[in-house]
T-cell receptor
Framework: NAGVTQTPKFQVLKTGQSMTLQCAQD?????MYWYRQDPGMGLRLIYY???????DKGEVPNGYNVSRLNKREFSLRLESAAPSQTSVYFC??????????????FGDGTRLSIL | QQQVKQSPQSLIVQKGGISIINCAYE??????FPWYQQFPGKGPALLIA?????SEKKEGRFTISFNKSAKQFSLHIMDSQPGDSATYFC???????????FGAGTTVTVRA
């Protein structure tokens, strides 16, 4: 049982290049999330998808776009990468929202460097 | 800006000692406070969470407590073990069921 799978695991981009980070979950979860993790900042929510067909902005959405391709897959796109987007990106999923105590399950991250 | 303030940034504890991590929040959509544990190179994983109907919850060596009037909650790791060495994040719901605001994290090192 793979859980949440992110690809690629590592990537180096040049400023201005575009890239799509892929995420897939095999737990039949309804909700999916994209976070970025920076030293001293914890995890910050970029976008989330409460259910298939919906997406909403999180705390730091500028410079990113997302697509909920189907129930399993949620991709994050950087249209024109900037050095400030150098970070570790985590995808997560949950059965429903956190109010009923459902945990978010995280992938192992994509380490992205932008030169 | 961080909606959840977490301290300390790091701590070192001897094997068998107690690790204490504190978090304070400004506002929250509802009372649900999870703690996540992260090992190097891995994603965070839910460790323990507390709901509004209790002020303390214990699971094994991990205890979380919640003080609603002070808007604070904390994690205690009793009898700390080297395998507990990890980064711990507290979180609080921000706005709705799907938005969790995470603290900056505390790196715990347990010396054998």
């Amino acid at each position: 049982n793979a859980g949440v799978t992110q690809t690629p695991k590592f990537q180096v981009l040049k400023t201005g290049q575009s890239m799509t980070l892929q995420c897939a979950q095999d737990m039949n979860h309804n909700s999916m999330y994209w976070y970025r993790q920076d030293p001293g900042m914890g995890l910050r929510l970029i976008y989330y998808s409460a259910s298939e067909g919906t997406t909403d902005k999180g705390e730091v959405p500028n410079g990113y776009n997302v697509s909920r391709l189907n129930k399993r897959e949620f991709s994050l796109r950087l249209e024109s990468a900037a050095p400030s987007q150098t970070s570790v990106y985590f995808c997560a999923s949950s059965e429903v929202g956190v109010r009923v105590g459902q945990p978010q399950h995280f992938g192992d991250g994509t380490r992205l460097s932008i030169l | 800006q961080q909606q959840v303030k977490q301290s300390p940034q790091s701590l070192i504890v001897q094997k068998g000692g107690i690790s204490i991590i504190n978090c304070a929040y400004e506002n929250t959509a509802f009372d649900y406070f999870p703690w996540y544990q992260q090992f190097p190179g891995k994603g965070p994983a839910l460790l323990i969470a507390i709901r509004p109907d209790v002020s303390e919850k214990k699971e094994g060596r991990f205890t979380i407590s919640f003080n609603k009037s002070a808007k604070q909650f904390s994690l205690h790791i009793m009898d700390s073990q080297p395998g507990d060495s990890a980064t711990y994040f507290c979180a609080a719901p921000l706005g709705n069921d799907y938005k969790l605001s995470f603290g900056a994290g505390t790196t715990v090192t347990v010396r054998a």
